[in-house]
């Protein structure tokens, strides 16, 4: 009787060639401590430890006994939500948004950062991401083919990236900058100027800006600027502003919606051709409360 061959199953290189999952590591080094009968302060994932608001929670359980809720949404999120969301911006940064075109609904702003490489970077095309940063930028940068090049943010520059020091050749090959501020881990806020310097660059190289404004409703005095009121932001770049940490609905899967502006004045034929490809998690979209 024949053996049979044991089937050879292996990983895909994108896969094998991952570094560890930095918040996964984390989690497993307090569980560990936590074993030890260790009391810990927990500096992880930024995960607030107080429950949501009981209004938001009584608003939630309303919105799903409304059965006009319980049908798949638009696929670029409800209309009503976008205005909302273009009002927002509006409200908070003086910005006018077109709803239709410029506001795009995805179940948290991991969702928009992790697929706007496989939208924009082709094999070979250099990403720029902050060092220290959040991991999903140059984690999905790889996966799409892409090389993260990190720019060090150093307290003796503010916790800014010096655009300046970037080799010539890594920023002809540049294709996203990643910014993000107010900023995860440092706290650091932009100063002014800074945004300029962006812009400038962006213009020279053909950057593409992508700013993740996660938090830009946590702070102590002045209300943080978002990048797109730079003069000159708005022809090349991505915005990214999420609200689910702000109200306590980060466990909360039904209402992380995020507000992803797209502004593309120059080249609407771009947004037109991601707008009528298949979303690849389109059936993740929820009815906005």
Aim: charged residues 25%.
């Amino acid at each position: 009787m024949v053996k049979p061959r044991r089937m050879k199953i292996e990983l895909a290189h994108r896969i094998r060639e991952l570094p560890p999952y930095l918040f996964a590591k984390i989690d497993a080094l307090k569980n560990e401590e936590r074993k030890k009968g260790r009391d810990l302060i927990d500096l992880g994932i930024g995960d607030p430890d107080l429950p949501t608001p009981s209004h938001i929670v009584e608003a939630l359980a309303n919105a799903g006994r409304d059965p006009s809720t319980h049908r798949y949404p638009s696929y670029v999120g409800m209309e009503d939500f976008r205005r909302a969301a273009a009002g927002f911006m509006k409200t908070r940064f003086g910005l006018t948004m077109d709803p239709g075109r410029e506001v795009i609904c995805v179940i948290g702003s991991k969702e928009a950062i992790a697929h706007f490489p496989f939208a924009f970077v082709n094999p070979g095309d250099v990403v720029l991401c902050p060092d220290p940063g959040y991991p999903v930028y140059a984690t999905l940068t790889r996966f799409a083919g892409g090389e993260p090049y990190f720019l060090p943010l150093r307290r003796e520059l503010g916790f800014l990236p010096d655009l300046d020091a970037i080799p010539a050749d890594v920023a002809r090959r540049a294709k996203v900058l990643w910014i993000n501020y107010p900023n995860n881990p440092t706290a650091a806020l932009a100063v002014p100027g800074f945004y300029e310097k962006v812009v400038a660059f962006a213009h020279k190289n053909d950057v593409i800006v992508a700013s993740d404004l996660a938090y830009s409703e946590m702070y102590y005095e002045s209300a943080p600027p978002s990048f797109l009121q730079t003069p000159g932001a708005l022809d090349e770049a991505l915005n990214c502003l999420e609200k689910d940490n702000e109200f306590l609905l980060q466990g909360d899967v039904f209402t992380r919606d995020v507000i992803s502006t797209w502004i593309w004045y120059k080249r609407e034929k771009e947004v037109d051709a991601i707008r009528l490809r298949p979303h690849p998690y389109e059936f993740f979209l929820y009815y906005d409360v």
